[in-house]
């Protein structure tokens, strides 16, 4: 290949960008092949890009010598795919490769370069994506740093996504490689803050240089200015290292190779939660009580249920009777089931439970809710139960299903806990957390027997809740759960 | 016809006389018809090569002046062919096709007088070589080795503007101006049928309504807005969008270049007189894509392209030439020689353009230097002098 470049007779023509701003494209059909002649603008081959499938015309008069990558290759912008004899007359050519014959596999080793054949070996390594340029494989069209001195030129491409804009990258690589410091980082770039930023700290009289960034990318944010003005270490007890260390102006970028630590921005569901929690925590002042019970017969009604003729096709678990339970006991206890209105002064008692599940979904942490949960029937209670968790898992929980709720339950024994002290959902008086049920030693009418054992936690709004109002729902709940005929006897 | 092509004929009468009741009952039921059936279009000359007349616009043109702008339209789609070519290679950053709009464009061009003013699109290439900016220039500016690619006013011939639909205000503007100066010169503003949705284009409308501008609005509606096709886009045929504004619009064939020129050409003069703005609705295709970045088999059918072509504006002006004896082979041979050397210049100019020095770029944001740019031409000299090979490349 390296002869070809140099002998003028062979004109080589690279792969264009044939979109604006892409990096590969895939090579669909050759129209021509080794010895054909070709004028011109004449086309020569189909290719399809994130963009769309286009035919690309030869630039020059000739004869085709070789094309350099078989159909169905994924080519990065600016590799030659084919190279025309533009003096075919002129005495015998090398012998013409058909490397590209749509039978080989791929280019002969000996004259690709190894990430060339290795790429055309695994097309295959190519990720999907739905929007933008697609993903670039290989970063062979890199131009090479100059040497710094300390800093011995890197690899070509070595580290995939390395910003030269960032100096702090750039420090986080010469660190890496066991070299130099900040100060040998690439011409001292502007730091990265976006201009209110700027403005602030202008007025602040903060010197950007001397900035941690916390942003992606190593973008100061509005954050960073105060917490450098005043490093006190609980305003920002994320920057504590940096501010331990002040004489290095610039600390490990955001997100860098190796780091130890990574930075993911708050938002979406997480952003969400924090808020609720936060505010729960904080407006609702939380009691906790705890019971210990044996579900015994609990668990075996759910057994003989699963069987049973009116419960067929829905999804019968121990959680179904534990909702059941909490129903029971809010129907005993019907002012639990209400909540503070602080800008009214009023407690506001609801005669409708929209029953709350906390799940734990690929989004993170939702509580959608059952309407009118204390209106439904045992199946219909399944069945709205098999539904919204169904949902949940999917991430299709709509905003309406987790409004409105009025109690919740949280299951934290799916993961095999015992017990726990949940948090308030936002708005609402009690939440019920059910630890896993597990086989336990238990004194059962005088005598100890292996028997099946959970422990319930509930929380409450103490505002509107007292001791004994609380006490009692969750001993209910307890009661149920121990002898199931009571959601007979107290329905 | 409709109401509103009439009144480009007469335009006082309208405003003149008062009407029975029963007269304008029935000019609006005609109207309304007009507007239930698809409406009618200004045509000289059949998809089939046959010449027809037109109650309203007349065209009587040489058979060189024929010839001429059959070699436009040949020569343009040369150009254009060249250019998607150069794209494919490499050479050009990007192409805007305009292949089936020859007509349109070439007609419309032609009708234009050297001290007009026109204010295209960045798909304008045959009205370009009509104001005779030099084609290189078009180029350059795709393959970004210079700044816009021209000077408007050497050619009266505004820059390419990129921002869909700006221009309809650069234009109207322009005209306010010739106003003011008591000029007697005109203005054309180019747009398509996606940019008829823009904002700028209905205060364009009517601010040149308004202060009866000199100037005409061209649209040539090749039926797509990128991937938009007309029924996504308007509920009214666009021509008759003008009659809200208060100045006529006409649908015009925008494959028949002796149409699109007679009807220009009375817009224009139109405009001369004092008489305000118009509208022209082009209507025709864009066989290509809606550039190289574009893939329109993604979102329209071959059957709709193969239908287009039937009415393709260059075969049918050569159909007439010849079935009237007034072009003979020789004369098609020798411009197909011609159209090949032509875009053999157009390559070869392409591929020895060179790179302008990457420094240039700061050298033309401010007139008097800017601190912030100074800073920025050092932070990037340094970056690229940070590079193995050397300079920029």
């Known amino acids: 290949m390296t002869t070809m470049t140099t002998d003028a007779r062979f004109r080589e023509f690279k792969m264009p960008d044939v979109g604006e701003g892409l990096t590969e494209a895939e090579i669909l059909k050759w129209y021509v092949q080794p010895g054909d002649t070709v004028t011109d603008g004449q086309v020569v081959c189909e290719v399809e890009t994130a963009k769309a499938a286009v035919e690309l015309p030869i630039p020059y008069d000739g004869v085709v010598h070789e094309l350099r990558f078989p159909e169905g290759t994924t080519v990065d912008v600016g590799q030659v795919i084919i190279s025309v004899d533009v003096a075919p007359g002129s005495g015998p050519a090398q012998t013409p490769a058909a490397a590209a014959a749509p039978e080989a596999s791929a280019a002969p080793a000996s004259e690709a370069p190894a990430a060339e054949a290795a790429e055309a070996a695994e097309p295959e390594g190519r990720q999907p994506v739905l929007v933008g340029y697609g993903v670039s494989q290989s970063s062979t069209k890199r131009r090479a740093r100059k040497e710094a001195p300390g800093v011995p030129a890197q690899e070509s491409g070595a580290p995939a996504g390395t910003y030269y804009a960032s100096p702090a990258a750039a420090a986080v690589q010469a660190e890496l490689n066991g070299h130099g410091s900040a100060a040998a980082a690439p011409p001292a770039a502007r730091p990265m803050a976006k201009p209110p930023v700027r403005k602030l700290a202008k007025d602040l009289g903060v010197d950007l240089a001397t900035v941690t960034p916390s942003g992606p990318d190593g973008v100061i944010t509005r954050e960073d200015v105060h917490a450098a003005v005043a490093p006190a270490p609980e305003a920002a007890p994320v920057s504590r290292e940096t501010t331990a260390a002040p004489q290095a102006p610039v600390q490990a970028a955001p997100v860098a190779a190796g780091a130890r630590e990574t930075r993911i921005p708050v938002k979406g569901v997480r952003k969400a939660t924090a808020a609720a929690m936060v505010g729960s925590a904080f407006t609702a002042p939380h009691v906790t009580e705890f019971v210990t019970v044996d579900v015994t017969r609990t668990m075996k009604l759910v057994e003989e249920l699963k069987s049973d003729k009116d419960m067929q096709g829905l999804r019968v678990n121990p959680l179904l009777l534990i909702a059941k339970a909490l129903l029971v006991a809010i129907k005993r206890n019907p002012d639990v089931n209400a909540a503070w209105d602080e800008a009214a002064q009023e407690i506001v008692l609801k005669h409708y439970v929209n029953l709350g599940i906390a799940a734990a979904t690929p989004r993170g942490l939702i509580v959608p809710n059952i309407k009118d949960a204390h209106d439904k029937t045992l199946p219909e209670l399944a069945s709205a139960l098999g539904e919204l968790v169904s949902t949940a898992r999917e991430g299709k929980t709509t905003p309406a299903a987790m409004q409105s709720g009025t109690v919740t339950i949280t299951n934290v024994g799916v993961f095999g806990v015992d017990t726990g002290t949940p948090i308030l959902n936002p708005g609402e008086s009690a939440i019920l957390a059910v630890g896993a049920i597990k086989l336990q030693p238990w004194v059962h009418k005088g005598k100890v027997k292996p028997r099946q054992v959970m422990t319930l936690a509930l929380s409450f709004d103490h505002r509107l809740v007292d001791g004994e109002l609380g006490s009692k729902v969750l001993a209910d709940i307890a009661a149920v759960l121990e002898q199931p005929k009571r959601l007979i006897t107290w329905a | ?393």
């Open chain 2, 1 to 393: 016809m409709t109401v509103e092509s009439t009144a480009a004929r007469t335009p006082r009468r309208t405003s003149g006389g008062k009407r029975a009741g029963g007269k304008t009952a029935t000019k609006a039921a005609k109207t309304a018809q007009a507007q239930a059936a698809e409406p009618e279009l200004v045509q000289l000359l059949t998809p089939e090569g046959k010449r027809v007349e037109h109650p309203d616009y007349a065209i009587d043109l040489s058979a060189d002046e024929l010839r001429g702008l059959y070699k436009d339209m040949v020569l343009t789609r040369q150009f254009d062919a060249e250019a998607i070519a150069l794209q494919r290679q490499g050479e050009l950053g990007l192409w805007p096709s305009l292949l089936g709009q020859e007509a349109a464009q070439i007609g419309s061009g032609r009708a234009t007088k050297d001290d007009d003013y026109v204010f295209p699109t960045y798909r304008e290439h045959g009205v370009a070589w009509c104001r005779g900016v030099e084609p290189k220039n078009l180029l350059g500016m795709f393959r970004g080795v210079n700044n816009g690619g021209w000077d408007p006013n050497s050619n009266n011939f505004h820059l390419y503007t990129i921002v869909i639909g700006s221009q309809a205000l650069h234009a109207t503007g322009y005209a306010m101006g010739i106003t003011k100066d008591g000029a007697d010169s005109a203005v054309v503003a180019y747009f398509g049928d996606g940019a008829s949705s823009q904002g700028d284009v209905m205060e364009g409308f009517n601010f040149a309504a308004v202060y009866n501008a000199p100037v005409v609005f061209f649209c040539q509606n090749n039926q797509w807005a990128i991937s938009e096709g007309n029924e996504k886009q308007f509920r009214v045929p666009l021509f008759q969008r003008a009659q809200g504004f208060g100045f006529p619009g006409v649908r015009v064939d925008g494959n028949d270049v002796l149409a699109v020129l007679a009807v220009t050409r009375a817009a224009l003069e139109r405009a001369r007189r004092g008489e305000g703005p118009m509208l022209i609705e082009a209507f025709t295709y864009r066989m290509g894509a809606h550039t190289t970045s574009d893939d329109p088999t993604k979102y329209r059918r071959d059957e709709e392209r193969e239908a287009w072509e039937a009415k393709d504006p260059i075969l049918r002006l050569r159909t007439y030439l010849l079935a009237e004896g007034l072009a003979d082979e020789a004369f098609f041979s020798e411009l197909e020689a011609e159209s090949e050397a032509f875009g053999k210049k157009v390559r070869e100019a392409v591929r020895s353009m060179e790179d302008p020095d990457m420094m240039a770029i700061f050298e033309n944001v401010y007139a008097d230097g800017s601190a912030l740019v100074d800073e920025e031409r050092a932070q990037f000299a340094a970056y690229q002098a940070s590079f193995a090979d050397g300079e920029g490349k």
